[in-house]
Nanobody
Framework: QVQLLESGGGVVQAGDSLRLSCASSGRTFSRDAMAWFRQGPGKEREFVGTITRAGKSYYADSVEGRFAISRDNPKRTVYLQMNNLKPEDTAVYYC????????????????????WGQGTQVTVSS
């Protein structure tokens, strides 16, 4: 069982930056695909971005160019750097993990991931 623990959420103003962290207990972290999702008030959980075991990242159109995902395998930690935050980025942000099959397409769906953190709240005021 993999446990994920997010941190770094908070209340910021529009245009500010914030960095979220997700620490994993998984011993196979370096071989896992890691992702960030978010769920705004009254909305479904949506894909934000993912980083492959090779370190290549993919993003939702809504955050492309503003958000960046990175990973530190020795620390078993994945990061979400969020720049130029907007009020519509307000949500609970969740970290997710799964083993990555090398021949598989990029995992973008909620049901693609096996393990989830408890979430961290990000609130962006205008």
């Amino acid at each position: 069982q993999v446990q994920l623990l997010e941190s770094g959420g908070g209340v910021v103003q529009a245009g500010d930056s914030l960095r979220l962290s997700c620490a994993s207990s998984g011993r196979t972290f370096s071989r896992d695909a890691m992702a960030w999702f978010r769920q705004g008030p009254g909305k479904e959980r949506e894909f934000v971005g993912t980083i492959t075991r090779a370190g290549k990242s993919y993003y939702a159109d809504s955050v492309e160019g503003r958000f960046a995902i990175s990973r530190d395998n020795p620390k078993r930690t994945v990061y979400l750097q969020m720049n130029n935050l907007k009020p519509e980025d307000t949500a609970v942000y969740y970290c997710a993990a799964r083993d990555q099959i090398l021949t598989a397409p990029i995992y973008r769906g909620v049901t693609d991931y096996y393990y989830w953190g408890q979430g961290t709240q990000v609130t962006v005021s205008s």
